[in-house]
C-alpha cells in the first residue's frame, strides 16, 4: 500500500543552517504531497503542498519539489531560526492522507 | 474565520472507563475527518464523514471506537471501554468538499492509565 518514510529526528542545528529533512514515498498513481508542521502546544498546520510532478511547494521561507523520478518531497529552508523548532510530517493523498512518522527539529540560538 | 476546535485538550481516565472526544469543525467544511498518532509514531487515519455520512471508516482499529457526526455538524468519537494502547493525540481535520490539505484541531491528548 502507500507508505511515506522520512528521515528520523530528532535533527539539532544552530541558527541560520540550512535545512533538509528528506521525505520518499509508495503510491500508486499520482498523490498530492504535503508538509505539515507542529509547533510546541498547537496543533498540524499545512506548511506546503505540491498537487503534481516538479511542482514546488514553498512558505515562510520552506520549499520542497516533487520528484516523480525519485519518489522524493524533501523539505529544505536556507536558514533556520529558532521559531522554526517543531514537528515536521509529510504526508502523501487527499481525503485519506497518510503521514510519515514526523522528525522533530531543534534550533539553537 | 474560526479554526477546527477540540475538546477536551486532555483527558486522564482510568482502563475500562468511557472517554468522548469533540471536534467542531470549520462552519461550511463537508469533510470531517478524525486521526490519531500513538506513542510518537505515525499519524493514522481514522474515519472520514461527509456531511453526516461515513465515507471511510477503515481505519477505526475494533468496536470500542464510535464516531458520529449528527446533523453535519460537530462530531463526536466515543472510546468505550478504554484500553491502555489507546493513549495517544487524537486529532480533528476539516476541509471543503473537494479541497485538499486539512485544517486540522490542536488535538486531544488522550491517556488511559
Known amino acids: 500500500g502507500d507508505s511515506v518514510t522520512q528521515m528520523e529526528g530528532p535533527v539539532t542545528l544552530s541558527e541560520e543552517a540550512f535545512l533538509t529533512i528528506n521525505c520518499t514515498y509508495t503510491?500508486?498513481?499520482?498523490?498530492?504531497l504535503f508538509w505539515y508542521v507542529q509547533y510546541p502546544g498547537e496543533g498540524l498546520q499545512l506548511l506546503l503542498k505540491a498537487t503534481k510532478a516538479d511542482d514546488k511547494g514553498s512558505n515562510k521561507g520552506f520549499e520542497a519539489t516533487y520528484r516523480k523520478e525519485t519518489t522524493s518531497f524533501h523539505l529544505e529552508k536556507g536558514s533556520v531560526q529558532v521559531s522554526d523548532s517543531a514537528v515536521y510530517f509529510c504526508?502523501?493523498?487527499?481525503?485519506?492522507?497518510?503521514f510519515g512518522a514526523g522528525t522533530r527539529l531543534f534550533v539553537k540560538a | 474565520e474560526a479554526g477546527v476546535t477540540q475538546f477536551p485538550s486532555h483527558s486522564v481516565i482510568e482502563k475500562g472507563q468511557t472517554v468522548t472526544l469533540r471536534c467542531d469543525p470549520i462552519s461550511g467544511h463537508d469533510n470531517l475527518y478524525w486521526y490519531r498518532r500513538v506513542m510518537g509514531k505515525e499519524i493514522k487515519f481514522l474515519l472520514h464523514?461527509?456531511?453526516?455520512?461515513?465515507?471511510?471508516e477503515s481505519g477505526m482499529p475494533n468496536n470500542r471506537f464510535l464516531a458520529e457526526r449528527t446533523g453535519g455538524t460537530y462530531s463526536t468519537l466515543k472510546v468505550q471501554p478504554a484500553e491502555l494502547e489507546d493513549s495517544g493525540v487524537y486529532f480533528c481535520a476539516s476541509s471543503r468538499q473537494g479541497a485538499y490539505g486539512y485544517t486540522f484541531g490542536s488535538g486531544t491528548r488522550l491517556t488511559v492509565v
Open positions: 503510491a500508486t498513481g499520482y498523490p498530492s
Open positions: 504526508a502523501l493523498g487527499g481525503f485519506k492522507t497518510i
Open positions: 464523514f461527509v456531511k453526516e455520512s461515513k465515507q471511510d
